[in-house]
């Protein structure tokens, strides 16, 4: 059904999780693997004051780096499986917006990428990178959860049951 799937990276342990999902589902639907690293925009007018320039400077040459870093775990994931894989790294201060171009401009037909565990008041404030690509790719999106991050949201409800309880 899917021939060609983007699996955009952070280089979290999270996204190197999801890059073996993503590999071990490739390889059984017989698709290839373009991996993407969004690499951060070098130039303080798009943060302002919010970031010293000698810190976005730090910051913006080692995104190269990290990128090879990045993306060589996903090469190497897809060497072993037998998928074929592009590797893209694009620079972009809006990485959701970068998932999406690069998987219309690379006719990707699925694109396979983890939601992190992060709820509440920082999701609210920082956003999701997922969420946006839901909402604006044409595309198909696979939102990948790992058991464990499930298993700690169960464990944290029936602890504030509990708790619920104890107080009625």
Same mark, same amino acid.
């Given at each position: 059904m899917f021939q060609h799937i983007l699996l955009p990276t952070d280089g979290s342990q999270l996204s190197r999780e999801t890059a073996e999902r993503a590999v071990a589902f490739a390889k059984a639907a017989n698709a290839s693997v373009t991996a993407l690293y969004a690499r951060p925009v070098g130039n303080a007018d798009n943060y302002g004051d919010l970031v010293e320039p000698a810190v976005? !400077?730090?910051?913006? &040459?080692? &995104?190269?780096?990290?990128?090879? !870093?990045?993306?060589?775990? %996903?090469?190497?994931?897809?060497?072993?499986?037998?998928?074929?894989?592009?590797?893209? &790294?694009? %620079?972009?201060?809006?990485?959701? !917006?970068?998932?999406?171009? %690069?998987? !219309?401009?690379?006719?990707?037909?699925?694109?396979?990428?983890s939601k992190h565990g992060r709820g509440g008041l920082s999701s609210l404030l920082l956003g999701s990178e997922t969420y946006r690509v839901l909402t604006h790719s044409s595309i198909p999106v696979l939102v990948y959860r790992p058991p464990e991050v499930d298993a700690s949201r169960r464990k944290a409800k029936e602890k504030a049951r509990d708790k619920d309880r104890k107080k009625a």
């Open positions: 976005l !400077e730090r910051l913006v &040459s080692g &995104s190269e780096g990290k990128s090879k !870093e990045y993306l060589g775990f %996903v090469k190497k994931l897809c060497k072993e499986a037998g998928v074929e894989c592009t590797a893209l &790294s694009v %620079v972009s201060d809006t990485p959701w !917006e970068a998932i999406v171009n %690069v998987a !219309e401009d690379n006719n990707c037909d699925l694109i396979f990428m």
